[in-house]
């Protein structure tokens, strides 16, 4: 059983920073891409990063320059480092697991709230 823990959301004012981290743990097969996603109330589930298992990277548009995804190999660990934070980056941010034979793996969610 694969078991992802997601930590580092909370509420920041427009232009803050916060830095979300996602764990995994388990019997994991070979990791072929670990990322982000995030849901906003009304809207469908979204790709904000990812993250290959030979660290090449693929970011939305909306994110780019702003946002940051990096890996611990050695730990299972993925890491979203949001700088200039907007409003509309206001969602549930969920962590996805892409693992050789077995598929994907999701965190169970961490809310970001970017408001005055």
């Known amino acids: 059983q694969v078991q992802l823990v997601e930590s580092g959301g909370g509420l920041v004012q427009p232009g803050g920073s916060l830095s979300l981290s996602c764990a995994a743990s388990?019997?994991?097969?070979?990791?072929?891409?670990m990322g982000w996603y995030r849901q906003a109330p009304g809207k469908q589930r979204e790709m904000v990063a990812l993250i290959s298992s030979g660290d090449s990277t693929n970011l939305a548009d909306s994110v780019k320059g702003r946002f940051t995804i990096s890996r611990d190999n050695a730990k299972n660990t993925v890491f979203l480092q949001m700088n200039s934070l907007k409003p509309e980056d206001t969602a549930v941010y969920y962590c996805?697991?892409?693992?050789?034979?077995?598929?994907?793996?999701w965190g169970q969610g961490t809310q970001v709230t970017v408001s005055s």
């Open positions: 996805k697991l892409t693992v050789a034979v077995r598929g994907n793996y």
């Open positions: 388990g019997t994991i097969f070979r990791i072929l891409q």
